[in-house]
């Protein structure tokens, strides 16, 4: 039996947690997360075992640590985790770019224990309510290993992503930083750029956003996604 522990529980946490449940039911699942709602809920539906503080000794228990923060946050847990982990623990993120947190890892000398990743699945919506247990079925999960962690402990986290049904591919992180970039992150821009532009060319009757059909829907729609997560 393997100890999972996360940091951040919500779409992405949330259905990481919720799969693992689903296909591994007799590991035990840690979680902490910033509102006490969402770890009530996580209780409820019995997505995890129980609930961590955010510096919490229990982490030295954890096979395998999940970053599911906004970036920013997902770096500045790393300072923690460092002194606390053990030896034979991986620590992962769900992030959508990865250059930032390989710097801090390299900085840090968390090389031999960190496995980037980032499940290509997700929707405008955001938080632990939306979360499901099928997100990333058949969905590709990009791993980006640093060079310095064991080719066993890869290619085991490989098994676990497989295990959930996902597709696992390595890649770089540069390399997963400019496809990401380029497929993701722009049109999220362009999405978030329309919406503004009409806001604040609109008639003072409003007529623009009134006329809008299907296919400024269909464009715009990822523009309603966090902005805190994807801002960083």
Request: proline share 3%; hydrophobic share 40%.
């Amino acid at each position: 039996m393997k100890t999972i522990g996360f940091i951040g529980l919500g779409l992405i946490g949330g259905s990481i947690a919720k799969t693992i449940r689903k296909f591994h039911p007799d590991y035990h699942i840690l979680a902490y997360a910033k509102h006490k709602e969402t770890l009530a809920a996580a209780l409820n539906c019995n997505a995890i075992d129980a609930v961590l503080e955010e510096k919490d000794e229990r982490y030295h228990t954890c096979d395998y640590i999940f970053l599911c923060a906004p970036v920013e946050y997902n770096i500045e847990y790393l300072k923690y985790l460092k002194n606390v982990i053990s030896d034979d623990c991986i620590i992962t993120d769900a992030g959508s770019v990865k250059g930032p947190i390989h710097k801090a890892v390299e900085e840090l000398g968390m090389d031999h224990c960190f496995i980037g990743g980032h499940p290509m699945a997700g929707s405008e919506q955001s938080g632990f309510e939306h979360s499901s247990d099928h997100l990333l079925e058949n969905a590709y999960y990009i791993l980006t290993p640093t060079a310095k962690v064991a080719k066993e402990k890869v290619s085991a986290y490989k098994e676990f992503v497989t295990s959930l049904k996902a597709l696992p591919v390595i890649l770089d992180y540069n390399e997963h930083d400019i496809i990401t970039g380029t497929i993701s992150h722009l049109p999220h821009i362009i999405a978030s750029t329309l919406v503004n532009f009409v806001h604040d060319t609109d008639t003072a009757d409003g007529l623009m956003k009134a006329l809008a059909a299907g296919g400024f829907k269909d464009i715009t729609r990822i523009a309603s996604s966090s902005p805190v997560m994807w801002q960083q």
